[in-house]
């Protein structure tokens, strides 16, 4: 379906129509469902959508698996509430996703059979209690800090989730911080299970913000298009710069010998990722790609008896106004 639609519109662009949509994005515009738009914007946003809707979908599995090992009643009800905004931000993204042309099932179809992306962090295992500070920390901050310019963006319908979704987020960010701070003050094997988290976790958080900005594919079209605020480059930077401060207010080490205030930029100097490690995972090679996979899939295979039963009692009732208006 969304396949023909692409198609048409590309047979219909026409320089004046591409040069009009263009400066209804230079004045600042938002572009909305039913407007004529671009065959590559529109390809552009499925992408960026539906891959921002499997990240949230399949980033509630590590977290998830902690939940019942929560060490108190408090804690595992801030996990379980995280876990189900999680399920809550996919929902929102895949409606965004949707007012393209684009259906459910078909972005599904292209998760599960690796035509689609989702963030490579959830590849990554969560072995300790201390990851779930970390993944609320780091993952959950580096999530923000791309998702906050992102209410900007020029698609009216995802700008608009992307509100909601940074308020929770911010929640996210803040207990798992909260949950580190307090494992900080306690036991010497405590201290030594965060540090342990943010050794693990340092490098595939800045992996996040996708490939550096001369390896980028697509920040230059999407920032002229306000689909992308900021370069992948930008926001790394930004990120490094604020949470070296709270890594020193944790008394925590960021694990990397290079990083050092630098007073000509302002900025925090610091070590690149593993970029070959990045393209392992993106391509499906990383330490969880297949479990994760694999764990989705099988949700949605379980789940078919619900879709059918949820589409025959829809069918009952639409047969049921229908009678009733005869
Ligand atoms: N992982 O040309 P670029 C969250 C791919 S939400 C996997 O720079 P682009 C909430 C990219 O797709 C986290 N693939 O790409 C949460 C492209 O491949 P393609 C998700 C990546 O799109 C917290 C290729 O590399 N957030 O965590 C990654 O311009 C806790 C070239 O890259 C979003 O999705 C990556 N990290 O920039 C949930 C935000 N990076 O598609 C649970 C919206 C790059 O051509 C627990 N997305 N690639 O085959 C974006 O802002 C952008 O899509 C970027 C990538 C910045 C991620």
């Known amino acids: 379906m969304y396949a023909q639609l692409v198609k048409s519109e590309a047979s219909a662009e026409d320089p004046i129509r591409l040069a009009e949509f263009q400066a209804r994005i230079d004045r600042g515009e938002k572009i909305e469902p039913k407007?004529?738009?671009?065959?590559?914007?529109?390809?552009?946003?499925?992408?960026?959508?539906g891959q921002h809707a499997h990240s949230e979908i399949v980033g509630q599995l590590p977290e998830g698996n902690w939940i019942t090992r929560a060490p108190t009643l408090e804690r595992k009800a801030n996990l379980l509430a995280k876990v189900q905004d999680e399920a809550g931000h996919g929902l929102y993204l895949y409606c965004a996703a949707e007012t393209l042309g684009v259906s459910r099932d078909e972005l599904f179809e292209m998760l599960h059979n690796g035509k689609m992306k989702?963030?490579?962090?959830f590849n990554y295992p969560t072995l300790t209690w201390a990851d779930m500070g970390a993944v609320g920390w780091l993952v959950d901050g580096a999530a923000i800090m791309n998702q906050v310019p992102l209410q900007r963006t020029s698609y009216g319908p995802y700008a608009r989730a992307m509100v909601r979704i940074c308020k929770?987020?911010?929640?996210?960010?803040?207990?798992g911080y909260h949950l580190l701070l307090h494992m900080m003050k306690g036991s010497e094997a405590q201290q030594r299970m965060c540090q342990d988290a943010l050794?693990?976790?340092?490098?595939?958080?800045?992996?996040?913000?996708g490939p550096s900005d001369k390896d980028s594919v697509h920040s230059a079209q999407s920032m002229?298009?306000?689909?992308?605020?900021?370069?992948?480059?930008?926001?790394r930077q930004k990120f490094v710069d604020e949470?070296?401060?709270?890594?020193?207010?944790?008394?925590?080490?960021?694990?990397?010998?290079?990083?050092?205030?630098?007073?000509?930029?302002?900025?925090?100097?610091?070590?690149?990722?593993?970029?070959?490690?990045?393209?392992?995972?993106?391509?499906?090679?990383?330490?969880?790609?297949?479990?994760r996979l694999e764990a989705r899939k099988s949700?949605?295979?379980?789940?078919?008896w619900v879709r059918e039963a949820r589409m025959a009692h829809a069918m009952k009732n639409s047969e049921r106004r229908l009678a009733a208006a005869e």
Request: overall charge negative; aromatic content about 14%; glycine content about 6%.
């Open 224 to 235: 002229a298009w306000k689909i992308k605020m900021n370069t992948n480059d930008e926001l």
């Open 199 to 209: 050794n693990r976790m340092w490098f595939p958080a800045l992996m996040m913000f």
């Open 168 to 175: 929770e987020e911010s929640f996210h960010q803040r207990q």
């Open 243 to 291: 949470t070296v401060r709270q890594a020193e207010f944790l008394g925590l080490q960021i694990p990397d010998d290079a990083l050092r205030w630098n007073e000509s930029t302002g900025h925090y100097d610091f070590s690149e990722p593993d970029w070959d490690e990045f393209h392992d995972v993106i391509s499906g090679n990383g330490p969880c790609n297949h479990e």
């Open 118 to 121: 989702y963030s490579s962090i």
């Open 35 to 49: 407007d004529w738009m671009p065959a590559g914007y529109r390809k552009t946003l499925i992408r960026q959508i």
């Open 299 to 304: 949700a949605w295979n379980d789940g078919a």
